[in-house]
């Protein structure tokens, strides 16, 4: 026969072949579980950043401040200051 000229599949060529058979598999597999795992995700787990400029609702005037000192927005001397007026009851308005 004139095509056959023993053109087989040698040894490398099995190797590629399962290799690309593992990979490809492997594939279809994580597409898989990752599609799963997005559907079946809690709302709360979304990845949806929460503010940071949101204080909880019960935090006082001098935890805001104390936490604002803490990220370094304001510094030691603007801290006590501050919180000086929040402890005197603040300056007084006047009326002009």
Sequence with gaps: ??????????????????????????????????????????????????????PPASATPEQLLAERFARGEIDEDEYRRRLEVLRTGGPTLTKR
Excluded: C, K, Q
């Excluded at 990752?34 to 940071?52: D, I, K, V, W, Y």
């Design 1 to 54: 026969m004139f095509w056959y000229n023993d053109h087989d599949i040698s040894g490398w060529g099995w190797f590629g072949m399962s290799l690309g058979m593992v990979v490809f598999w492997g594939l279809i597999i994580t597409v898989f579980v990752l599609l799963f795992r997005a559907l079946n995700r809690s709302p709360e787990h979304t990845g949806a950043p929460t503010p940071p400029s949101a």
